[in-house]
DNA sequence: CGCTACTTTGATATTTTTCAATCTTGGTGG
DNA sequence: CCACCAAGATTGAAAAATATCAAAGTAGCG
């Protein structure tokens, strides 16, 4: 079932972080998309193919990203459930994507999409609600960027996880990161090494553990809060 | 006259980099909005101020940003005649923006927006592509942070420039830099000390020269080329 | 003409990158 | 069930780059 996580333009009452779709509004993009699945590490697509179509994630994570004549790969996005990817430029797609746990996607022809919003103006306003969300995401993480030391800049990427990845609501404040110290360094502007360094740091100063390395989980909240405004 | 500047997603003839408004979308965006003109430095909004309206850019330039504890400013965005900003977040801006130089801009009211949009699909549509065309170059400023070296990050930026800022198209390609260096560097991750010395080591390589302070030239296409393609 | 904001340049300190070697973990197959 | 394998992660030491601090220079504007 696709849904779309936002945070909406008006002020609203209660944490509505999710937009959600009308029953009927599901029903209209499960009848042009088809649901498809991907393995762990599967392409599924890559930078400059002819795009014929957006994606919705209903389950699982990918990457977004892009390979430099260097071989270097900046980590454009991570994306999880609820959102969406795929918009191409003028044809073709921008960035390449992989997954990296298992994924469950609603493919959805560019076309048929494009029709059925300039038809439904209502979905049409909660699409624009998401990329507006997705576009507020990217300047977060350079804000996360523009900041000096690999430590804090860890800190913000772990804190930033931990209001996107799961449907809202880890257990035991267990955060998880199922993408690479590689990955996280291309996100990060860091190399894999300062990641790695990093996250030694945050556990040596008693503000983070990681547990089988993917995992992360806030032991002093203060100090990591701290830290967070520490910019 | 309000315009949108952006690539659309999909394949088209020519060299398209404006989503084109019919007469008819130009005069409903007129009758909603107002028309304001600002002066050079002067706030348009602040960070976290009640979000009333968004913005369209007719002439001129502003720079998004954010300040940060530590004193320090992360600078989101450079915008130009053809963009669009004031997307608010739960009743809020998230940014603040002020005027670089002297800017003309249509302020339109979020709800007489929103409805407007809801019931002119096509209309809306267009404002789905712009605000996607933000996103790619929200994703095209993070490829550029991940450089390691500073005179490659001013270039690229420099490059950046040379697409974005005037009605496309400059007078012997002399690339107009409104934004003073502590800008660039709030753009581009360094500080602004490190900029001044990016610029003048693209001179001392006889890549780019700089007249007047705010305004670059490429001298050596091939080479300039060449450190774009470094990376 | 002088102020003010902005810029340039220099020397030092801090930080990260790089290169290299080793270690861990999860999965595979005997 | 265990050993092995390969991808990913960690750690160390040296090199390279930027940040920082400080002082002087420049340009535009009233």
Redesign the pocket.
């Known amino acids: 079932v696709p849904t779309l996580a936002a945070v909406p333009f008006a002020t609203t009452d209660g944490t509505p972080n999710r937009v959600l779709l009308t029953d009927r509004q599901r029903q209209d993009l499960v009848k042009v998309g088809t649901r498809v699945d991907f393995a762990p590490r599967s392409m599924v697509y890559r930078e400059g193919s002819p795009a014929q179509c957006v994606f919705a994630i209903t389950d699982g994570a990918v990457k977004s990203y892009r390979d430099l004549p260097s071989g270097k790969r900046t980590v454009t996005a991570f994306l999880f459930a609820g959102d969406l990817f795929g918009l191409a430029e003028n044809g073709r797609y921008v960035n390449s994507v992989r997954a990296i746990t298992r994924v469950t996607l609603y493919q959805l022809p560019l076309e048929d999409l494009a029709d059925l919003l300039k038809h439904d103006g209502e979905l049409q306003f909660k699409f624009l609600v998401k990329v507006t969300h997705e576009l507020r995401e990217a300047q977060r993480r350079a804000v996360i960027i523009n900041r ?3 430590a804090g800049r860890l800190a913000m990427f772990i804190a930033l996880m931990r209001f996107r990845n799961p449907p809202l609501g880890n257990i035991g404040d267990l955060i998880p990161l199922p993408m ?3 990955d996280i360094g291309g996100f990060l ?6 990641v ?2 990093a ?2 740091e945050l556990t040596r100063r008693g503000l983070v553990t ?1 547990d ?2 993917n995992h992360a989980r806030v032991v002093d909240k203060a100090g990591f809060h701290k830290l967070l405004a520490a910019h």
């Open positions: 000096r030391d690999a690479t110290r590689s502007g860091l190399s894999l090494e300062s790695s360094r996250a030694a990681f089988r390395r």
